[in-house]
């Protein structure tokens, strides 16, 4: 069992507060990702829970056991660094074999155990040689297969795909899942990357300046983004976000005057919302069709189209000067400066306060 | 539906949390990390400042080895002794005669030969081993290798060269003391200098160069404006550095002149040598090791200063 | 006219000859010196010097007895060693902590610790003769390595420093997860991985050790004198020596020689600080 409990964590950096209170829970063979921009904490948090930072504030417990101060050799977990951090002066056998060493295991079982890891990993062929010998994947590999050997509670993970080039990237990424799947452990994950967190994660955390923002699964942040934050960090193409007043609301929708005049009127809880208030409409590239202008009342002309062949990304330019990210299918093609009108999906919509959280929607409240 | 973090785990208030003390804190770890230094720096310290205490200590007071137990307090009396004596004046400018024309030397030919040795030709490598030996010589052997084997008036090879020119030979260490000193140091420090010059000539931009002879520089130009700013750093650590140890220069003096004849070869150094262990007079020579000591710091200061920015200029 | 080829040819041609010239210059005392050495006393004092001889081996085989030339060498041995030992012991675990754990007075240390470095020896001859002289350690190998430890750490600290500064604080933090301890980190990890730097920071002391010239002079006598203090004693002329010290010298400046000439490119980086890579 591998469940790991974070009690308001606080770490800084002198005077600076990087964890500012992180309270989580990771259960037994959860895969967790830590996602965020550049400076949000992640790695610090990840560090934190290895042992290779002394927090400022807060527990860890794995398992009911306080390892908040312990080495991190005495915590049971294993990490996978961004750089692999392989031991350049052993041959790839030992530098798997080498924690078994120091906790002092018997010969042949260290044997059968780097034996077992290698062919997981398919590194059979490499073992004897050494880390300068071996390509950025490959490397990867090995410092898998370093972690695998401990049988440890939780693994870590900083990063690991960003070194690689984009096609390698991709291939690790679906041999992380399928490693998840065979070893049955529980994995922490960090990375900024947002697409490797929709396609690895169990659970997704995302963090902002020292601060979870959410924790969910990623279709869950993906469709009930906790506030534009969320919002705007999940998803390629980002969510466009139109902003606006209430100019009507009952108890199951409101409307919203856009800057450019034209009002729509989404399904929304309007309990905290009142006349006047102001609001941001988020909207995905994927629930805005392009129509003509004569159909719709929110009007614009296009701006750059991108064509990737099976999708095609319209940006438009609003006549209320706001930007918004449309996506059409692949044959659709437009040019550049065309009056185009706009249709939201205004089911799909979210709305967003003043402060950036999110407005419920009724109609989940049930689900 | 926010899915957020839940605040009230199994784990909280009911289990005690297990802490495992008796090893690997990592609180402990780096307290003790931080204090691997200490034994170093205490060393340090302690070398520092209990030698150069006693050393101020003995330059106030009256002490002679040979008249123990007479030691009052005599303010700077010893400073005034020291500087008034006639082997002080001779030891200044010798010093600082013995300093600057080694520095000259093996500056002026440092940048030469290493420009000389920069190209790819046949051996290099060996020439370089050649060039760089010297300064691995003890300053003893040194001192006696050139003494006898070479500058000997009879039997040296200078001798030899000189006769076979047909003139009469010089006796050295008679009629030029001191420049034979100062040839015996030069001989001896200019591998560093020729070293520390080669490495830098390495790190020059060539880029930089053929972008200048394109634009039509010739070899001077290229030299002035280009490689001489390049190397104006490293002659300036070659110099610094060297200052700081020529300025004790005292194993070369004690095996060839023992100062002499006079004092035209005696050098700060050897002077307080002579004073404290020759004469007896401690106080005599703690005031001249004050004076050394400042002289040595004024130098070392800029050194510092030049370390310090490059050190804090990584990469 | 030649060609620009020919030219560059040519001008590489010279540089090259010039090259040897000057370096052959310079080495000719070392050469000279290794040359008498092989002489017998007669030819090493023969005027005009001779070129070409009969070599002898006799002076090699004179010099431990006439000046029980083993006796200076074990005390060179011993201090250069007992020191550079000592000094690592000391310097490692500083150099560790000053390059993987800096503080904000890390720069000011290392700083401080090199100037202890520019005191003029002769500032604190006096002090340190006298406590040598109370304490007994005058004319003892101990008293030598203590100095030569105190000169040399410096040295040590700061090469260690910039050596350990290049291995990846990731690779140590791996080896802690793994479970070694702060010894183990250092012992199997770190050491290893810096073994080149730290070959060259003992080199760098043992050279400097040997051919220290002020103290062992000073401090010693008889039974703790190293081979700088036996060839300072040829001075004094006591007849026909030439070919012997050139003898002894050779003996005495080999090995340190030797030691140079491999660790050259390290010893420029430990010698101007690190102000020229």
Sequence with gaps: MANLTIKNLKKSFGETEILKGINLEIKDNEFVVFVGPSGCGKSTLLRSIAGLEEVTGGHILLDTKEITDLAPAKRDLAMVFQSYALYPHMSVRKNMSFALELAKEKKE?????????????????????KPKELSGGQRQRVAIGRAIVRQPKVFLFDEPLSNLDAALRVQMRLELARLHHDLNATMIYVTHDQVEAMTLADKVVVLNQGRIEQVGTPLDLYRNPANRFVAGFLGMPKMSFLPGKVTALDASSVTVELTSGTTVTLPAASEHLSQGSAVTVGVRPENIDVVEPSESSLTGHMDIAESLGSDTYCYVKTDGQETLTVRMPGNFACNYGDRIGLRLHVDECHLFDEQGNAVQKPSRLAA | MKTTALNAGPASSAAEPKQDSRQGSIRKTSRINRFMVSPSVLVLALWMVIPLSMTIYFSVIRYNLLYPGDNEFVGLENFQFFVTDFGFMAGMSNTLLLVGSVLLITVVLGVLISLLVNQAFWGRGIVRILLISPFFIMPTVNALIWKNLLLHPVSGVFAAIWKFFGATPIDWFSEFPLFSIIMIVSWQWLPFAILLLMTALQSLDQEQQEAARLDGAGPWALFFHLTLPHLARPIAVVVMIETIFLLSIFAEIFTTTGGGPGYETTNLAYLIYSQALLQFDVGLASAGGLIAVVLANIAAFFLVRLIGKSLTEKQ | MLSLKQRRSLNTLLMGVLAWGVALAIFFPIFWMLLTSF????????????????????????????????????????????????????????????????????????????????????????????????????DTKTGLV????????????????????????????????????????????????????????????????????????????????????????????????????????????????????????????????????
């Design chain 1, 109 to 129: 079982v260290i044997h059968n155990k780097v034996a077992e890891a290698a062919r997981i990993l398919e590194l059979d062929p490499l073992l004897e040689r």
């Design chain 3, 39 to 138: 002489k017998t006393e007669i030819d090493a004092f023969a005027t005009p010097p001779q070129l070409f001889f009969s070599p002898t081996l006799e002076n090699y085989t004179l010099v431990n007895e006439r000046s029980d030339y083993l006796h200076f060498a074990w005390n060179s041995v011993v201090v250069s060693f007992g020191s550079t030992i000592i000094g690592m012991m000391l310097a490692v675990p500083a150099a560790y902590s000053m390059a993987f754990f800096e503080t904000k007075r890390t720069k000011g240390t290392l700083l401080w610790m090199l100037s202890t470095k520019m005191l003029p020896p002769v500032g604190v001859l006096v002090p340190i003769y006298l406590i040598f002289k109370d304490t007994g350690l005058l």
């Design chain 3, 146 to 277: 203590i100095i030569y430890t105190l000169i040399n750490l410096p040295i040590m600290i700061w090469m260690a420093y910039t050596y350990f500064k290049e291995i990846p604080k990731e690779v140590l933090e791996a080896a802690r997860m793994d479970g070694s301890t702060l010894f183990q980190e250092i012992w199997r990890v770190l050491l290893p991985m810096s073994k080149g730097g730290l070959a060259a920071t003992v080199l760098l002391s043992l050279i400097l050790s040997w051919n220290e010239a002020f103290w062992s002079l000073n401090l010693t006598a008889s039974e703790a004198a190293p081979l700088t203090a036996l060839i300072a004693s040829y001075s004094s002329p006591e007849g026909l020596f030439w070919a012997k010290l050139s003898a002894v010298s050779t003996l005495a400046c080999a090995p340190i020689l030797i030691f140079g000439w491999i660790s050259q490119k390290q010893l420029v980086r430990g010698l101007s600080f690190g102000a020229v890579k």
